[in-house]
């Protein structure tokens, strides 16, 4: 990555992303495209029927080697890393002593090594604390000289097969080594949009090329960082620091799912993780208040920070993500409400402009998530 004169950082598509006319926003220290001329709601929709590709070399990643690197990771986060086969790839969770989240993260078994990708925010203290408690037996290589590409949409494995045949073979949440024109990238079908779809680690010398050839498809349009939000956002995906962070646990997030049943209390290989007795505790007792979807009536959107209250104008939680969803025609939001309001269909309000307004607790996502499973 280069740095511009005011210390922001550049992905290598930087040049690519002005040539195309992006609109260019600070963002976790780099300077990204917001949105393309099309407009968010169009790039949105685009993504929902055919391809987006989004840059995301913003992200963290980092290859991990040596025999122990799985068992090292296992100390790290509160899922099976040492029984993940060659291939596939699992979401997983950095927790601190409290049971708090210090960053969502995405580790594949790339046979000889385990290939991670952490969020941008969050990349230096991830890289820092990772090398602080792996050992001395564990290899961590940053890899700065990669970019990462993301592809995502019902056409994107269409498209990449035309350049990579094998990536057909892959289901959702594994990966490979693939030649893709003439570059050897590590591919994974994953993403963040609730779209099948893939992620594309290429040399950073050859990232431009590869994006050009990418977008010279009929089927592919770039995509800026607003869509990729709101994307998200009817996907019910979190977005660290908005939606999960230090003060909120893997449980009360409803991310339960994501804690391996062989790192339960029960399990095979139980804790051994930072907070794991809390989130024994939390599996066992419950939690007092946790992550619902929510749908504002009406058409005005419920932004991030709005209160959340009963009939009586009682606090009860807080919106930690919302807009307008272009899939949905509508609201959408996710936020945090007491246990005893987060049964789908209870009516709550949120604090608009001083004034209540009719929000309904929702299953998520709001849109159905379409990945690839075979």
């Not at 609109?23 to 709601?41: E, T």
């Not at 941008?120 to 564990?138: W, Y």
């Not at 956002?233 to 994501?258: Q, S, V």
């Not at 307008?324 to 789908?344: C, D, I, L, T």
Request: glycine residues 12%; negative net charge.
């Amino acid at each position: 990555m280069t740095e511009q004169e005011t210390g922001t950082k550049t992905t290598p598509l930087n040049a690519l992303h002005r040539e195309l006319g992006g609109r260019m926003v600070p963002f976790a220290g780099y300077d990204m495209p917001v949105q393309f001329p099309a407009g968010i709601m169009k790039e949105h929709l685009h993504t929902r029927e055919a391809a987006g590709l989004f840059d995301v070399s913003h992200m963290g990643q980092v290859r991990l080697r040596g025999a122990a690197a799985a068992e090292a990771m296992e100390r790290l986060v509160p899922v099976d890393v040492v029984e993940l086969e060659p291939g596939k790839q699992r979401y997983a969770l950095f927790t601190n002593e409290s049971g708090g989240i210090l960053d969502d993260l995405m580790i594949t078994n790339a046979g000889d090594h385990l290939f991670v990708v952490v969020n941008a925010a969050c990349k230096d203290q991830d890289i820092a604390h990772m090398r602080a408690h792996l050992g001395a037996e564990v290899t961590l290589e940053v890899l700065e000289d990669r970019a990462l590409l993301a592809l995502q949409g019902p056409r994107a494995a269409a498209v990449l097969a035309r350049l990579a045949p094998e990536v057909a073979n892959l289901l959702f949440m594994t990966g490979s080594d693939v030649e893709i024109d003439g570059a050897v990238c590590f591919v994974t079908r994953s993403g963040y949009t609730g779209e099948d779809g893939f992620e594309i680690s290429v040399p950073a010398a050859r990232a431009e090329a590869l994006a050009k050839r990418l977008l010279a498809e009929p089927e592919v349009a770039p995509i800026g960082l607003g869509a990729r939000d709101s994307l998200r956002l009817e996907a019910g995906l979190c977005l660290y620091g908005h939606d999960i962070d230090t003060t909120t646990t893997p449980l009360e997030g409803a991310l339960a799912w994501a804690l391996s049943k062989t790192r339960r209390a029960d399990g095979a290989r139980p804790g051994g993780y930072p907070g794991a007795e809390v989130l024994f505790g939390q599996f066992a007792n419950g939690v007092t208040r946790r992550r619902v979807g929510l749908r504002p009536e009406g058409r005005a959107p419920v932004r991030e920070g709005a209160e959340l209250v009963d009939s009586q104008g009682r606090r009860i939680g807080q919106v930690t993500s919302g807009g307008f969803g272009p899939s949905v025609g509508g609201p959408v939001a996710m936020g945090y409400v007491e246990k005893e309001h987060a049964k789908p269909g209870t009516a709550v309000q949120a604090m608009v402009r001083g004034k209540p307004l009719a929000v309904t607790v929702t299953k998520m996502p709001f849109v159905e998530q379409r990945y690839y499973r075979g």
